[in-house]
């Protein structure tokens, strides 16, 4: 099974590679539920806080699963999962915050963060399917 390696570049020259995405994901998935934990007690907030945690989990669980892709098309299939949910993401928080079941100061910071993994995502399949050949 090959394994692509997966690097990022950055207009300012910077880099992020893989291995710090999965940790970014998987640190948004854990600020996501330590959130939840702490939303009040209702059965609109019950449904959405679960909703919310499984689209947060998922984008860093399918953003592993990415990175260990078996060919560039199961790459870029796997990613457009990974935006999917991201975007999920930011839907529920978005859905938390217009509800009042938590502020602004607690849930922004959260939809940045899911907001600019989103973008890195988004870019990262379409330059893999650009330089991905066949299946454009």
């Known amino acids: 099974m090959r394994v692509f ?3 990022f570049q ?3 020259g910077g880099c992020m590679n893989a291995e710090m995405l999965k940790r970014r994901s998987k640190t948004l998935a854990i600020r996501i539920i330590q959130m939840v934990e702490k939303l009040p007690r209702s059965q609109a907030a019950d ?6 945690i499984k689209a947060g989990t ?6 592993r ?3 260990r892709a078996r060919s560039k098309p199961d790459f870029i299939n796997k990613l457009g999962i990974v935006e999917e949910e991201a975007d999920e993401t930011m839907f529920w928080l978005e859905m938390i915050q ?3 079941m938590a ?3 607690v849930v922004q910071p959260l939809w940045l963060e899911a907001k600019e993994l989103l973008a890195i995502f988004t870019s990262s399949r379409i330059t893999a ?6 299946g454009n």
């Open 103 to 105: 502020g602004a100061t």
């Open 58 to 63: 998922s984008t860093a669980a399918n953003y």
């Open 47 to 52: 449904v959405i806080g679960r909703q919310l």
């Open 129 to 134: 399917k650009r330089n991905h050949p066949i």
């Open 65 to 67: 699963s990415a990175c």
């Open 98 to 100: 217009e509800m009042e």
């Open 5 to 7: 390696a997966v690097k």
């Open 10 to 12: 950055f207009s300012h």
